[in-house]
C-alpha cells in the first residue's frame, strides 16, 4: 500500500466547479503535482497493475463534495502514471475511488490522506 498525506485539501481552483482562470488553475496544477511527486519519491514504490484509491478527508466547516474532491485529485491520480506506478489512470488499472470523511474540530488538523492498495 502506499500512503500521501497532505496538510490541506485540493486547491478549490482543481476542484470540478472552479470558473478559476487557466493561469491559476495551471499554477496549482503544478504546484500539486510537485507535491504529489516529492511524497512518491519519498516513498519508492514498485509499479503495480490494478489499484484502488481511498481518499480520507479530514474536514473543519463545510466538507467538499465528492465528485469535487475527487475532480480535485485528477493531478495527482496522474502522478501515479508519470512515476511509472500504474501503466495508465484508465478504468482497467483504477478499479475504484472511494471518498471518506472525518470531522475535526480545528484547521491546524485538516488534512487529506491518499491510500494506493494494489488489487488482483
Not at 490541506?8 to 504546484?31: A, I, T, V
Not at 509499479?47 to 480535485?72: E, F, H, Q, S
Not at 500504474?86 to 482497467?92: C, L, N, Y
Request: glycine share 4%.
Amino acid at each position: 500500500m502506499l500512503t500521501i498525506t497532505y496538510p490541506y485539501m485540493p486547491p478549490k481552483e482543481l476542484r470540478g466547479n472552479s470558473r478559476s482562470h487557466w493561469g491559476d488553475k495551471k499554477k496549482w496544477k503544478d504546484f500539486f503535482q510537485e507535491a504529489t511527486i516529492w511524497r512518491l519519491r519519498e516513498q519508492d514504490p514498485k509499479p503495480m497493475d490494478k489499484v484502488t484509491i481511498k481518499y480520507t478527508a479530514y474536514y473543519c466547516g463545510r466538507p467538499i463534495d465528492i465528485d469535487n474532491l475527487i475532480t480535485g485529485m485528477k493531478y495527482a491520480q496522474d502522478c501515479l502514471t508519470i512515476q511509472g506506478i500504474i501503466p495508465d489512470d484508465s478504468p482497467d488499472h483504477i478499479k475504484n475511488v472511494s471518498v471518506e470523511y472525518h470531522r475535526v474540530k480545528h484547521k491546524r488538523q485538516v488534512q487529506l490522506v491518499m491510500e494506493v492498495t494494489e488489487v488482483d
